[in-house]
């Protein structure tokens, strides 16, 4: 070998070994993309090097020419293998970046649930639902006419006196059962009648552990030819049964202006009997008022106050802590 072909080769050589080292420290694609340009451009080395051809014997060029091939192609593959091996990084990297740690543990916002006074008046509509009844409404101020009136009592009877209420300005009242409901519902709609009416009520009275001045209460009523006492009585039982499986009931006589004969209903609660309901047969003079031939059609009809359902079925000691907004008791329904 010439010294002319050994410099040239010696050249190449030291081209193909920095080239090696500069792709082996490259970290970017941008940067491997100068490199390229740089050892394997037409400007690059390589031709410079073969720009020296001329000095070489005819007989050293074409070796000379191999070996700027070889140098070529072991830069050109040492290229392609940093490619590779960054654009699999470039990959992993972006995986990395974007992976979701299912294990990790979510937002949490607080999540709302029913209270049990409206669970309680969504359980004993349904109930009476599947018993066919359908759902009435009215509102909550009333008139005279349909919380007292309509509903047998009379202006100076003293059954106004157990209900007591808020009198507004204008003469209309916060009605104190939602009896006014029969009424308004008999008006206009002809018999047979099966209707459920869950509503929020309001009355003068003391607030202690089983007596609230507003109040909920669910009231039934049934019209139809021959409906009897029986019948309230059956109606009565198979819906405290669903409610509350077997417990101790008793009906005991009342007195109602807007049904004859009258009972209140009682369970135990605590140890003791606690009234739950009002219920009879109702009063020819309610129907009548609506329009209705007592000769014909007979009814009864029912109130239960909806709290104190509540507290029999959830052990609740006290009304008050049904309107407290005291997290650590409503949690527990
Ligand atoms: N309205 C009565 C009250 O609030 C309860 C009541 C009694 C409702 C007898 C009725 C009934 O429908 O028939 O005390």
Redesign the pocket.
């Known amino acids: 070998m010439t010294v002319q072909l050994q410099e040239l080769a010696a050249q190449l050589e030291s081209i193909r070994q920095e080239a090696q080292q500069a792709l082996a420290a490259t970290d970017s694609l941008e940067q491997l993309e100068q490199l390229r340009v740089k050892y394997l451009g037409k400007k690059g080395p390589i031709p410079q090097v073969l720009g020296g051809m001329a000095k070489l014997d005819a007989a050293d060029r074409p070796r000379i020419g191999a070996l700027a091939n070889e140098v070529k192609e072991a830069i050109q593959s040492d290229l392609d293998r940093r490619r590779t091996a960054l654009q699999a990084a470039q990959i992993q990297a972006q995986l990395e970046a974007e992976t979701l740690d299912i294990t990790m543990s979510g937002v949490y916002r607080p999540q709302g649930r029913i209270h049990p006074i409206n669970g309680m008046m969504d359980r004993v509509t349904d109930i009476f639902v599947g018993l066919g009844y359908t759902v009435a409404e009215g509102p909550e101020m009333e008139t005279d006419y349909y919380n007292f009136e309509a509903l047998n009592f009379l202006h100076d009877h003293p059954a106004r006196d157990m209900q007591d209420t808020l009198y507004l300005p204008d003469g209309n009242i916060m009605r ?2 939602t ?1 006014s409901v029969q009424i308004r519902y008999m008006e206009t709609n002809e018999p047979p009648v099966r209707i459920v009416m869950p509503g929020r009520c309001y009355r003068r009275d003391t607030v202690d552990a089983t007596h609230s001045a507003v109040f909920h ?1 669910v ?1 039934i009523l049934a019209v139809d030819e021959g409906l009897t006492f029986t019948d309230l009585k059956g109606t009565i039982k198979v819906f405290l049964e669903q409610l509350f499986g077997e417990v101790p009931i008793r009906f005991r006589p009342s007195f ?1 202006p ?2 004859e004969p ?1 009972a209140e209903v009682d369970v135990q609660w605590k140890g003791r009997w606690l009234e739950i309901m ?3 047969m109702v009063d020819p003079n309610v129907l009548k008022a609506v329009g209705y031939d007592p000769e014909v059609y007979t009814g009864f ?3 239960m106050g909806v709290e104190r359902l509540a507290m029999v079925l959830h052990q609740i000691d006290d009304i008050r802590r049904l309107y407290t907004s005291d997290l650590r008791f409503l949690q527990q329904f």
């Open positions: 104190t059962h009896s209460q009231e109602f807007f049904t009258s009002g219920c009879g009809a029912a109130g």
